[in-house]
């Protein structure tokens, strides 16, 4: 829902503003809102300030990182949940914003990696090396049962891009369910074992925004349960192994 604006007329007692009753429907429906998202507000009120912003932003990750950083260029986080879970604590003055975690060179070892909703439904991209998606590589350390990069709800449509997803445990790589939007290009699906390397369900929606390359076995390349959709058209798939 976008968020509703009361009209408080051009002057004071001018009746050209909204009724009280109509004023406190939408006051009522705005908080509803806040509290029915998975986002948490907490620390001080400076704190809060600083997550309000009016530009896209982007978050920095490496694997010589510290989460305890700010996730600049100069002070990367040192995992990819970090980076996710600021940028979605953060509250847009400017509608449509697109806020975008770059990944550096590396392997990043995880249990999953939830792509959680943002508050007003902005999107976010990851991305590792354009010129070499080999030289980012997403794995799991054991098995991640709800999947290597997964999404569940409808707020906040995801890209991934530029880089590799594996795993050696039986995980989904790519998940997107209850009416999650994800969107993919660029990326080398790796090893999924019995499990699929991505799967769409709950009327959720998977887009092949490139070209993109599979390299690593699975149990199915594409699972979609239910209502589910997967699209794209005249893109290049290259299979090796």
Known sequence: MAQLIINTGTVANDGTGDYVRVAWTKANANFTELYAADVVLSGSISDLQDRFVSAAQTYYVATTGNDANPGTVGSPFATLQKAIDVACTLIPTTP????????GDGTYSTTGNRLRPTPTGEGIVIQGNAGNAAAVVIQTSGTAASGLL????AEGPYTVQNLTLSSGHSS???RADGGAQSAFSNIRFGQADSAAHIHVGAAAQV????????VGSAYAHFEVA????VQGAGRTVTLTG
């Open 172 to 174: 989904r790589l790519i």
């Open 226 to 229: 239910g209502p589910g959709h």
């Open 207 to 214: 887009s092949v925004n490139g070209n993109y390359s599979v």
């Open 96 to 103: 449509g914003l697109t806020h975008t975690i770059q990944l």
């Open 150 to 153: 997964y999404k569940t709800t």
